[in-house]
């Protein structure tokens, strides 16, 4: 049962334009999401959390929204840049859990010049 | 970047062999994970630690023990590696703040290659 879903595995967007990134969950005890960017060969590096108390979070050029009613969050990279182009996760944690964070499937994300 | 150390980065072993990952951090963070990542599975947690000797299991645990004797070292033991234990393998850690977890920072990864 997966908990966490990104159902792209892949998006081409091209460089200077906005890449949107989708997730959804289905468990309602989800009280944190974040969202990791991940090279070859590396380990994944954090990018943007949201608590649920929150819709949106800024950071730069990327911003998470989430809609807690769809269970469903998104990343936006505006602009994107060729740098960019990494997998992304998502991931989910349900502070009654301890801590265990739950990840999606990832998408790849890239960014043509 | 975060202190965590894992070890061997690389290792090739056999069938029915014991193996034992090691995940290191100098961060004194409460939380520590394993993950393993498999092509079209993204990251599946396969234990995690809340503390010294509290450990639960996360969703891929069969074949897989971990232990922690001490806040810094968690490890990860496959008791007999099977091939479909071939991944590669991401330590990670968290703090825990107001009960809330917060971002977790992950290891650079271990391959594992059971032959």
């Known amino acids: 049962d997966q908990q966490v879903k990104q159902n792209s595995p892949s998006l081409s967007v091209q460089e200077g334009r906005i890449s949107i990134l989708n997730c959804d969950y289905t468990?309602?005890?989800?009280?944190?999401f974040l969202w990791y960017k991940k090279y070859p060969a590396e380990g994944p590096t954090f990018l943007i959390s949201?608590?649920?108390?929150?819709d949106k979070n800024e950071d730069g050029r990327f911003t998470v929204f989430l809609n807690k009613s769809a269970k469903h969050l998104s990343l936006h990279i505006v602009p994107s840049q060729p740098g960019d182009s990494a997998v992304y996760f998502c991931?989910?944690?349900?502070?009654?859990?301890?801590?265990?964070?739950?990840f999606g499937q990832g998408t790849e994300l890239s960014v043509k010049p | 970047d975060a202190g965590i150390t894992q070890s061997p980065r690389h290792k090739v072993t056999e069938t029915g062999t014991p193996v034992t990952l090691r995940c290191h951090q100098t961060?004194?963070?409460?939380?520590m994970y394993w993950y393993r990542q498999d092509p079209g599975h993204g990251l599946r947690l396969i234990h995690y630690s809340y503390g010294v000797k509290d450990t639960d299991k996360g969703e891929v645990s069969d074949g897989y023990s971990v232990s922690r004797s001490k806040t810094e070292d968690f490890l990860l033991t496959l008791e007999s590696a099977t091939s479909s234990q071939t991944s590669v393998y991401f330590c990670?850690?968290?703090?825990?703040?107001?009960?809330?977890?917060?971002?977790?920072?992950f290891g650079q990864g271990t391959r594992l290659t059971v032959v």
């Open positions: 961060e004194n963070h409460r939380y």
């Open positions: 990670a850690i968290s703090a825990d703040r107001r009960g809330f977890s917060i971002e977790a920072f």
């Open positions: 991931a989910a944690s349900a502070g009654n859990q301890g801590g265990k964070l739950i």
């Open positions: 468990n309602s005890m989800f009280d944190y």
């Open positions: 949201i608590s649920s108390i929150k």
